[in-house]
C-alpha cells in the first residue's frame, strides 16, 4: 500500500474544454489570517524571532552538560524536544512564504503546524521539568547556583514561552474564506 496524499481530497481533475487533456483544479477551501498582509508579515517576523529563541536557548541549554542529562528520563524528552522546535521553525518559514489566502495544505503546513509544535514543545519542557525536579529531589540538591537549578529555569522558559505563544497564535486565528 502506497503513501495517500492527504491534499487529494481538495482536488479534482477536469476535462479541459474542447476535451483535449486534463487540468487539476483546487476546490478545496481557502484560509485567510484575520489581519492585513502588513501585519501578517510582521506577525510572522515576530513568530521566527520566537522559533529563533527556542533554537538558541535548546542549544545553550544542551551545553550545560549536567549531571542530571545522564539520566534517560531527562534526556529522552529534551532530545525530542529537538523535532517540535525543528517543525515549529519550517512552519514559521512556510507562514512567511505563503500568500494572504493560503490553500488548506499551506495553512496545515504553516499555522496548524507552528499550533502543533508549539503544543509539543510545552508538554515535552514539562516533561524535562518533572523529571529534572525528581532528580534535583532524589540527589537533594539544594544549591540554587547548581547548573540543575540553570537547567531547570531553561526549561521553565520553554514551558512559560510555549504557553505565551499559544496564546499569541490564538490571537491571530485563520478564517475559512469563500472564493
Known amino acids: 500500500m502506497g503513501r495517500r496524499n492527504k491534499y487529494v481530497k481538495d482536488y479534482e481533475t477536469r476535462i479541459k474544454e474542447g476535451g483535449d ?3 487539476v483544479v483546487y476546490t478545496g477551501k481557502y484560509y ?3 489581519v492585513s498582509d ?3 508579515k510582521k506577525v510572522g517576523i515576530s513568530y521566527l524571532a ?3 529563541a527556542y533554537v538558541v536557548a535548546f542549544l545553550l541549554m544542551g551545553m550545560l552538560d549536567t549531571d542530571g542529562s545522564r539520566k534517560v528520563y531527562i534526556v529522552l524528552p529534551y532530545m525530542f524536544l529537538f ?3 525543528y517543525y515549529g521553525l519550517l512552519g514559521t518559514l512556510k ?8 490553500v488548506f495544505a499551506e495553512y496545515d503546513q504553516s499555522i496548524l503546524r507552528i499550533k502543533k509544535s508549539t503544543t509539543g ?9 518533572v523529571g529534572e525536579v525528581f532528580y534535583l529531589v532524589s540527589n537533594k540538591i539544594t544549591s540554587l547556583n547548581s547548573l540543575e537549578y540553570k537547567f531547570l529555569m531553561g526549561t521553565l522558559f520553554f514551558v512559560v514561552i510555549s504557553f505565551l505563544f499559544l496564546q499569541l497564535q490564538s490571537k ?3 478564517v475559512e474564506v469563500s472564493k
Open 21 to 23: 487533456g486534463e487540468e
Open 32 to 34: 485567510r489570517m484575520n
Open 38 to 40: 502588513e501585519k501578517r
Open 50 to 52: 520566537i522559533q529563533v
Open 83 to 85: 523535532l517540535p522546535i
Open 95 to 102: 507562514l512567511l512564504r505563503a500568500k494572504s489566502e493560503m
Open 121 to 129: 514543545m510545552m508538554i515535552l519542557s514539562l516533561a524535562v521539568a
Open 172 to 174: 491571530y486565528e485563520c
